[in-house]
């Protein structure tokens, strides 16, 4: 099951902040928002992630709205090593590492 | 230095030809899992473990097994490799403790002609 919508693409410039979108219209209330990026075919890297206060770490930010049914991360400064894939996954409270990543948004910073 | 590490990175095999992918965690963390990525499905897990000798399987677990005899080390074994198992394989690691995240390691191609 899908439980996350993301855009397939994105592009941002240099130096800009990337605002990525996520859609999690069917969240429980023990699920966290986590993200996730994927440079060319290298292991998945963490990001950020939060249930649902907004969040900030010295990679980016986590905005949830209100009702929790959606997100977005931004990059601040978007930098070309910023091209990736970012995913976005709605994770049970407690599950180990059980990660359900959808195909993400594919990033790309243009100079 | 925290870190996922497998090996080997890169494998092309023969159909048929036992083989076993390696990946082993530096700290000490409960829960191991393998995945998959194929172009258009994404991540999908294969197994997982939650602590030594427990394991149990994930989305796709056919033609795959895997064993956790002690807490670092998640070896993934394919008895009889067919071409439908040419993908790009990930492990990952994560504590036990919830709200946590998981550590990726970075990927074994593996070709099966």
């Known amino acids: 099951d899908a439980k996350t919508t993301q855009p397939p693409s994105m592009d941002c410039a240099e130096g800009r902040a990337a605002n990525l979108p996520c859609n999690h219209s069917?969240?429980?209330?023990?699920?966290?928002v986590y993200w996730y990026r994927q440079i060319h075919s290298q292991g998945p890297q963490y990001i950020i992630h939060?249930?649902?206060n907004n969040e900030t770490n010295e990679m980016a930010s986590l905005i949830i709205t209100e009702d929790r049914k959606s997100s977005t991360l931004i990059l601040p400064h978007a930098t070309l090593r910023d091209t990736a894939v970012y995913y976005c996954?709605?994770?049970?409270?407690?599950?180990?590492?059980?990660?359900?990543f959808g195909t993400g948004t594919s990033l790309t910073v243009i100079p | 230095e925290a870190q996922v590490t497998q090996n080997p990175r890169y494998l092309i095999t023969v159909t048929g030809k036992k083989l076993t992918v390696t990946c082993s965690q530096n700290?000490?963390?409960?829960?191991m899992s393998w995945y998959r990525q194929d172009p258009g499905l994404g991540l999908r897990q294969i197994y997982y473990?939650?602590?030594?000798?427990?394991?149990d399987k994930g989305d796709v677990p056919e033609g795959y097994k895997v064993s956790r005899k002690e807490k670092r080390n998640f070896p993934l074994i394919l008895e009889s490799p067919s071409p439908n198992q040419t993908s790009l394989y990930f492990c990952?690691?994560?504590?036990?403790?919830?709200?946590?995240?998981?550590?990726f390691g970075q990927g074994t191609r593996l070709t099966v002609v």
């Open positions: 990952a690691s994560s504590p036990r403790a919830p709200n946590t995240e998981a550590f």
């Open positions: 069917t969240i429980s209330g023990n699920e966290y």
């Open positions: 939060g249930l649902k």
């Open positions: 996954i709605v994770r049970p409270r407690g599950t180990g590492n059980q990660f359900y």
């Open positions: 700290m000490n963390h409960e829960y």
């Open positions: 473990s939650m602590n030594v000798e427990v394991t």
